[in-house]
């Protein structure tokens, strides 16, 4: 049963080329708070470097848990990094929904046993996404 899901933060939550928000996909992840558990986590030297992208205390609003590879001494595609993150979320890597954009990021949270979502296009993806997370509703209920 998915108990969390952690979303990438560039390509994903922010648009790679403009660093802009992508304002559906985080109006989407606010929508999921307090159904799932939260986290970001991103390939950054540090987690300034993530909240100096965000409004204050935005991050801190929408995620459980903010992991930057740069404060941990992981990155990803290293297993650590991603079983870091399920234990700051309190739930097992099966628990996990990881969401990457690239693909060696997902097939490595896949090997730590993590279900993961390859996030290609901001409006697909999103879509595909919300289907995915109402598919694992219906399973647990």
Known sequence: MIKAIIFDCFGVV????????????????????????????SNVPSRE?????????????????????????????QPEIYQLTAAQLGVQPDECLFIDDIDRFC????????????????EFSLNELKLKVEGLREHTN
Do not use: W
Request: hydrophobic residues 40%; glycine residues 6%.
């Open 14 to 41: 922010l648009d790679v080329q403009s660093n802009y928000k992508i304002e559906p996909v985080v109006e989407y992840i606010a929508s999921l708070k307090g159904q799932f558990k939260l986290a970001m986590l």
């Open 49 to 77: 470097s993530l909240d100096r992208r965000f409004a204050e205390g935005e991050l801190d609003q929408l995620f459980d848990a903010v992991v930057a590879s740069g404060d941990t001494g992981y990155e990803k595609p």
């Open 107 to 122: 097939e490595a949270a896949d090997v730590v046993g993590m279900q993961t979502h390859r996030f290609i296009d901001p």
